[in-house]
């Protein structure tokens, strides 16, 4: 059948006019998909890359750098369409910088080189059939850029998307044009040959091509690497980055201990169960920035060794026919990377480059930094930070993440980042003009953000006295990342937010099936039969979970139960009700059926492949239900936080054991425990420890390796033995007062782990009630943000005052109150007694909490009070 698929692709490939080395690769292509090829590297295979030569390091003369440069063409892979952006067109026609489009940077920079070192430097594009006329409209404005004898341009080639199920080319006649897809950046190679390019270029004594992505704005063509490249005779070399934590994606090189070249692994390269190494930032130190430096020279030699197949790994890309529309036919797009290229050039090099020059602009959070005033165009419209600081992480709500969302709420242009840190914003504020940000920055439930706002949240690294309950929050929250998605069994998932669309594997009802015990029938068949009785011959009987083998034939019927596939030939049901009941021989029926009676048809309810559950949807029973009947067993979802619990303080003893003198039981860590766990988290328990920092160190150093999350309770006041304080003040915990009662001293940060684990430590006060208060404001809040579960606080409501009570200036007030509603609706509070911190039994006898605000110091009976109801 797949013969069959690959004879049609390829009769396609013919008739679109692709020619024949593009025809050969792709059946090279379509061969290794059918073979099963998927194109995993095990981690056994590879070495990691060791002794990097760093660009920081090559030295070269002017006048070589220029010799190199007069040898080189600029050659852009500008095929992308900005689809994950809601763009339509070609991705680097989007303005980026002051007014000018991804294409325009580029034409200037490679004006500026070719002033600056007095050479013809070529500017090349690779454009899809898609971005091709779109982007030469914007280059024209350069008359100077085109080259005497060289195209701006050479057209990348196309192949059919074939359907997931079978391999035949997909067809999709609302838009026939989106039957068809480039065959990734590897293809670069192929289509230099075949454009005629290649040989061009050669004859023009342009020997080296330095190949890079349109949306890298870091990807200039440095003469100096190029001055390298010829100075060392390299075939070819590729650009890598040292990798920070956040460079989790994308493609890393290796050695392949087989022959010990270099190669390319890129994520979808990864063997099951070896994400790990994959992850590993110290393992695996770069990534591959897809910054390319070839030898044409070599290149033609290799391709015409190997009859233009040059015999990448595919990539297998699965996608819709119309990536907009979720529920068109699944589709394979079958791919490769141009930088897997790196394995067929004996001799091949990596180079070590600085970040700079790796700057792509994939999403709208990097669209925001690139145009803010961090960076800045210089004159050889290079990009240049201005910020000293680190580059500020930018998170935008999911309303903000296509171009079109993210243009309308920021129509005066983005806020000024240069003292900024970090930017989330939750919701959908519109950002009037001149916004500024400084330091870690969180936009929570704002409707706009108005003109000439400073928004300014904690700066990273300043310990600040006495802070606010909510600038603790969000300090707390903006430095969370979400909880990694994984796959989890159904059982497993209840309550958790699913990362990733869902689609269903069957349709539903699977088959066309009865919704009645009665007989299967061909409608026509009973025609009259309200006037007088028909008797029909029984063919046979159906009982659920059976396949019938026979057929219902005029004057036909057969026997059959509710939920029981309807036979072939019968087109409607007649209840049991409407006829003797027979089992054999010939039953009597009184009534006439339209067709279609009683018939659940195939695919009513949800039909294959359709979405069935979205990303954001919190899993509940009913989700579970759907996902079981759509045939899947788990589902992907930001994973359950696992909260290691550890109280501290010589004086405890676990709960049920006898007490020495001094000694009390440790509630605490059962309350937090339960706290966590009616959160959503999952949650355990470590034996309370004394108040040394050895002891401390030595119980947190076990368990970090499988928290998600720390809390320890007690030791964090003034105190004499205030153990966690001490222990944990240097090692990367901020201790801070909160102005809010109870709850004051608090401490938060992140703890290091093997690799490059860091995780969230909360060191709550000791006071049972200190413990509790800290938890439903901080913590609380803080487990939902990594699982992504909205609403992150507690809805407050309003009640009247059965009771005057007083509170601190300046500090905000949790009081612990029993709040009820009277038969007219309304909610009444009353405060308990014993407000002091260590009444535990007033705490378990409340069911809500009151809020005082800061500036607030009396209130009286009768007076409306904030509660937050616990219970809910
Ligand atoms: P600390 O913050 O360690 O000074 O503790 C403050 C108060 O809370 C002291 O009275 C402690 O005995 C008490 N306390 C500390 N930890 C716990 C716990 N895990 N369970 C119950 N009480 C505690
Ligand atoms: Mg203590």
Not at 293 to 311: C, F, I, P, T, Y
Request: charged share 25%; hydrophobic share 40%; glycine share 10%.
């Amino acid at each position: 059948m797949s013969q069959e698929g690959l004879a049609l692709a390829v009769e396609r490939m013919r008739d679109r006019g692709m020619g024949p080395e593009a025809v050969t690769v792709f059946e090279h292509y379509y061969q290794q998909l059918e073979e099963g090829a998927h194109g995993t590297i095990p981690e056994d295979t590879i070495e990691p890359l060791a002794d990097l030569q760093e660009l920081g390091e090559v030295r070269v003369s002017d006048d070589d750098a220029r010799a190199a440069l007069r040898q080189t063409a600029v050659i852009k892979l500008n095929g992308g369409l900005g689809t994950s952006m809601g763009m339509s067109g070609a991705k680097s026609a989007l303005e980026v910088k002051d007014g000018l489009t991804f294409l325009d940077i580029i034409a200037k920079q490679v004006l500026a080189l070719r002033e600056e070192w007095g050479v013809d430097l070529p500017l090349l594009l690779m454009n899809s059939f898609r971005t091709s006329e779109q982007s030469l409209e914007i280059l024209a404005k350069y008359p100077t850029l085109p080259v005497d004898g060289l195209p701006l341009d050479f057209i990348q080639s196309a192949e059919p998307k074939l359907l997931a199920d079978s391999l035949r080319p997909a067809t999709w006649p609302q838009d026939p044009e989106l039957e068809w897809c480039p065959p990734g950046h590897g293809d670069v190679y192929v289509s230099l040959l075949t454009s005629g390019i290649l040989e061009t270029l050669l004859e023009k004594g342009i020997r080296y091509a330095f190949i890079s992505n349109s949306d890298n704005l870091g990807a200039t063509c440095d003469p100096e690497v190029a001055a390298w490249m010829v100075e060392r005779g390299l075939p070819y070399v590729a650009e890598v980055c040292t990798r920070t934590k956040s460079d989790r994606k994308g493609g890393h090189l290796a050695v392949r201990k087989a022959d010990g070249r270099l190669i390319l692994r890129d994520t979808a390269m990864v063997a099951e169960g070896e994400e790990q190494y994959f992850g590993d930032i110290k393992r695996h130190n770069t990534f591959h920035a897809n910054n390319l430096w070839v030898d044409l020279s070599v290149l033609r030699d290799r391709m015409a060794e190997r009859d233009g197949v040059l015999g990448l790994p595919i990539i297998v890309n699965r996608k819709t026919v119309d990536p907009s529309d979720p529920s068109s036919p699944e589709v394979i797009q079958l791919e490769s990377a141009m930088g897997a290229a790196i394995e067929v050039f004996e001799g091949s090099e990596a180079l070590l480059v600085p970040r700079t020059r790796f700057r792509p602009v994939k999403t709208t959070n990097d669209l925001l930094v690139v145009r803010s005033d961090y960076f800045v165009l210089d004159d050889s419209s290079h990009l240049v930070a201005v910020g000293d600081g680190p580059e500020p992480f930018v998170d935008l709500d999911p309303a903000y993440r296509l171009v079109g969302g993210f243009e309308k709420r920021f129509p005066h242009g983005v806020p000024s980042m240069i003292e900024c840190t970090s930017l989330r914003v939750i919701g959908d504020p519109v950002f009037g003009r001149n916004v500024r940000c400084i330091g870690d920055v969180l936009v929570d439930g704002l409707a706009r953000v108005e003109e000439n706002a400073v928004l300014e949240g904690p700066r990273q690294g300043s310990a600040g006295d006495t802070r606010t309950v909510d600038q603790h929050l969000k300090a707390i929250l903006s430095s969370l990342d979400p909880s990694p998605i994984e796959s989890v069994p159904l059982t497993e998932s209840l309550g958790l937010v699913v990362a990733r669309d869902v689609r269903s594997r069957v349709n539903l009802p699977a088959f066309d099936n009865s919704s009645m015990d009665g007989y299967a029938v061909q409608a026509s068949s009973l025609e009259g039969a309200d006037e007088s009785s028909v008797r029909l011959r029984i063919v046979g009987e159906v009982a659920a979970g059976v396949d019938p083998t026979f057929s219902v034939g005029p004057g036909e019927a057969a026997r059959i139960m509710t939920g029981a596939p309807i036979p072939p030939g019968a087109d409607a049901v007649i209840a049991v009700e409407q006829t003797d009941g027979s089992a054999t021989g010939s039953v009597e029926c009184r009534a006439s059926v339209s067709t279609g009676r009683y018939v659940r048809p195939r695919g009513e309810d949800v039909s294959e492949g359709s979405v069935i559950v979205s990303a954001g949807d919190v899993v509940g029973p009913r989700t579970i239900g759907l996902l079981a009947a759509s045939g899947h067993a788990s589902v992907e979802v930001h994973r359950r936080p696992n909260v290691v619990i550890m109280s501290t303080g010589t004086e405890l003893v676990p709960p049920g054991e006898p007490l020495g003198p001094g000694q009390i039981h440790d509630s605490n860590s059962s309350m937090l425990w339960a706290a966590a766990v009616a959160a959503g988290a999952s949650a355990e328990i470590r034996a309370a420890v004394g108040d040394t920092d050895a002891e401390l160190l030595a119980a947190l150093d076990d368990c970090v390796a499988n928290a998600d999350v720390i809390i320890t309770s007690g030791g964090v006041s003034m105190g004499a033995y205030d153990v966690v304080k001490s222990a944990l003040a240097d090692k990367g915990v901020e201790f801070v007062k909160v102005a809010m009662q109870p709850g004051k001293p608090q401490g938060f940060g992140y703890l290091s782990g093997p690799g490059d684990l860091r995780v969230p430590i909360f060191a709550l006060p000791g006071n049972p009630v200190s413990s509790f208060v800290s938890f439903e404001v901080f913590v609380r809040p803080a487990l939902r943000r990594l699982m992504r579960l909205a609403p992150e606080r507690r809805p407050v409501d309003v009640a009247t005052l059965t009771s005057g009570l007083r509170s601190p200036e300046g500090r905000r007030q949790y009081g612990r109150a029993i709040v009820s509603r009277n038969s007219d609706g309304a909610l009444t509070c009353q405060p308990l007694a014993g407000q002091g911190s260590h009444f535990v039994a007033d705490l378990s006898r409340a069911n809500a909490i009151f809020v005082v605000p800061e500036a607030v110091t009396d209130l009286v009976a009768g007076e409306k009070v904030d509660v937050i109801l616990l219970d809910s």
